[in-house]
């Protein structure tokens, strides 16, 4: 499969969620005219310090955009696969377009349950108080267990790189495991902060 791709760190697109963005360069002006003309599939990927692009990133899929009076686009994309990039193409337009191979997320439902809901929502309650992050907890407590995690990966202020540990997790239970650890790092790093101050 051959995707246009969207380069840009710390706007990681997981699957089953959605992105806005604001297009305005010409060069991805094109990149959206191209993906409206065919599968409207657009690839979310970072790259490394060197600009190097990881090896994983994001479908998106166009399910709503819209033009401004001063030739911008407002598209919302919708999360479908991460993937796999084979090869960076030749390059016929001002965009990168890559060959990608489609990467299966396994949702592994038995693994879920309300002790894990629970445990997370409290060790997120840690993580958005010491950072003093304005969110009301309750808000997010009925959604659908998947997409809290994901939910949370997208919002909360990580880094790219922990980021893009999200994204390459395999299944549901280590992503799970990961958004855990990720979390109880940075609430002892922000408490051992304050402790030295």
Known sequence: MEIPIFPLNGAVLFPGTSLPLNIFE???IEMVDYALSKERCIGMIQSDKKNKLYNVGCIGKIHSFSETTDGRYLISLQGTNCFK???????????????????????????????????????????????????????????????????????????DLEKQALLETKNLSDFYKKLQSILELEIVEDNNGKTIN
């Open 26 to 28: 010409k060069r991805y």
């Open 85 to 159: 990039v084979k090869k960076e193409l030749d390059k016929k337009h001002k965009f990168r377009l890559i060959e990608v191979e489609i990467l299966n997320f396994v949702e592994d439902k038995n693994f879920i349950n309300e002790k894990q809901k629970n445990n997370l929502l409290k060790k997120y309650k840690q993580y958005i108080e010491v950072k003093k992050i304005d969110l009301n907890i309750e808000e997010i407590q009925n959604i659908d267990f998947n997409q809290i995690i994901k939910f949370i990966a997208m919002i909360s202020p990580f880094s």
